[in-house]
């Protein structure tokens, strides 16, 4: 009845030939595509939903009518290969009607080669203002040179934020403390959480071998950011420096080293990032899972919790890391970018934000103490923890970030690592933002 209604109400305003449109974050006026073709660049069919089959079939349909846009195309690309089709339409004047959706890894060099619109230009303080908390957040910390680029509220805010993640059936078993308790009553610490995993790491059927592990591995980055440090960070000026000098930092950095080679408590295998497959063997205590890789619990042979990062020595309560993931954009030469902001506020209004997220969460959680903290998260993660990931990830020793992981893995202490990097650091952010 609701599809219906809406379509005959776009029938009335197409009749009348009044093509203003009001979203929920703004009045744009009168849209009019004048019959130009909108081209979708993915790494996925992120607009299946709109057309039939979909979950919000007819939707795509109807903004078409309702902007006159007279088609459109969608060029799905590999995840490695998006950023450089983006790039490539854009050097060769194809992109003026696109809308990108690119991930996160592309966004620093898309914008250091202004191929991104500066949306701040078209949209007023009070657009921003209605995003929802962590995509507001996000677009001020990922200011390029003092330039907004996100606004979408369909875009995938809280997919890559981590969490521990906790096997309760493993837990009860060894006789440990329940995290959920420990949370509860101000003590979900480092130091709390190293002791349980030492407790369960152990050889359970006596052949010398460690076959249950207190934890999984982790990226080191959320253990400097947990710990309250960061990679990098913006002076009072705006300008970005190279911050992983920090004390915070490096005691991120010898918690990892600590669990991994002096306790010896976390796999040496088994990583966060894309999921945990041996995680999901039930021999883990702890892991640090990012929020969509929580959906696989359907297939976990054990209950499990969700918490935040724990308590550290530096920071006065657990933090809630928010990651980053992809977003959609609108190339520098759009020709008509206040449209393709039209459209992507009628494709994903904030309604339908709240009501994914709904499902997100309860696609993820066993317990209600989990429902509890990932509402709570969504509105308190810790806006200065995004990562700017043109300093490389923990697999390139190429680049300053990647070296420091690869140094402190071949028995360098974090200090010195990190000491090593910071100059050639602190180079390439300048060059990035033109200092």
């Known amino acids: 009845?609701?599809?219906?209604?809406?379509?005959?109400?776009?029938?009335?305003?197409?009749?009348?030939?009044?093509?203003?449109?009001?979203?929920?974050?703004?009045?744009?006026?009168?849209?009019?595509?004048?019959?130009?073709?909108?081209?979708?660049?993915?790494?996925?069919?992120?607009?299946?939903?709109?057309?039939?089959?979909?979950?919000?079939?007819?939707?795509?349909?109807?903004?078409?009518?309702?902007?006159?846009?007279?088609?459109?195309?969608?060029?799905?690309?590999?995840?490695?290969?998006?950023?450089?089709?983006?790039?490539?339409?854009?050097?060769?004047?194809?992109?003026?009607?696109?809308?990108?959706?690119?991930?996160?890894?592309?966004?620093?060099?898309?914008?250091?080669?202004?191929?991104?619109?500066?949306v701040n230009e078209i949209l007023p303080d009070e657009y921003f203002e209605a995003l929802p908390k962590i995509t507001h957040d996000r677009n001020l910390e990922l200011a390029f040179n003092g330039q907004l680029y996100f606004f979408s509220a369909g875009t995938d805010d809280y997919g890559h934020a981590t969490f521990v993640v906790f096997n309760k059936d493993l837990l009860a078993a060894e006789g440990l403390e329940d995290p959920y308790e420990l949370y509860a009553n101000g003590q979900w610490t480092f130091e709390k959480l190293t002791e349980m995993a030492r407790k369960a790491t152990r050889d359970t059927d006596g052949d010398g071998i460690i076959d249950q592990y207190g934890m999984s591995n982790m990226d080191p980055k959320d253990l400097v950011y947990a710990y309250g440090g960061a990679i990098t960070k913006r002076d009072e000026n705006g300008k970005v420096y190279f911050a992983m000098d920090s004390e915070e930092a490096i005691a991120g950095l010898r918690q990892w080293v600590d669990w991994i080679r002096v306790d010896q408590i976390a796999s040496p295998t088994a990583l966060a990032s894309g999921g945990d497959a041996e995680w999901g063997s039930g021999k883990y205590a702890f892991a640090f899972l990012p929020f969509y890789a929580i959906g696989n619990h359907t297939n976990w042979p054990f209950s499990h919790g969700i918490l935040p990062w724990p308590k550290s020595p530096y920071t006065d309560e657990p933090r809630f890391l928010p990651g980053t993931a992809d977003a959609w954009f609108v190339p520098a030469n759009a020709e008509y970018p206040l449209g393709l902001v039209a459209l992507d506020n009628y494709l994903f209004p904030i309604e339908n934000y709240y009501e994914d997220l709904d499902n997100y969460i309860a696609g993820r959680v066993a317990d209600r103490q989990a429902y509890d903290i990932l509402y709570t998260a969504v509105e308190n993660f810790w806006p200065e923890d995004y990562y700017m990931n043109f300093l490389g990830g923990r697999w390139d020793g190429s680049l300053p970030y990647g070296k420091v992981c690869g140094d402190i893995n071949n028995m360098i202490s974090p200090a010195t690592a990190v000491a090593e990097v910071k100059a050639s650091a602190q180079t390439i952010i300048d060059e990035m933002f033109g200092y």
């Open 1 to 118: 009845m609701k599809r219906a209604l809406l379509v005959t109400v776009l029938v009335l305003v197409l009749a009348s030939s009044a093509f203003a449109y009001t979203s929920d974050r703004m009045d744009f006026g009168t849209i009019d595509f004048k019959g130009a073709k909108v081209s979708f660049v993915m790494h996925y069919d992120a607009i299946a939903q709109f057309e039939e089959g979909g979950g919000r079939a007819g939707m795509l349909q109807e903004a078409m009518a309702l902007f006159n846009i007279g088609d459109y195309e969608k060029v799905v690309v590999g995840w490695g290969d998006v950023g450089n089709t983006a790039l490539n339409r854009f050097m060769a004047g194809e992109s003026k009607y696109d809308l990108w959706r690119v991930p996160f890894a592309y966004y620093w060099s898309l914008a250091s080669k202004g191929a991104l619109f500066p």
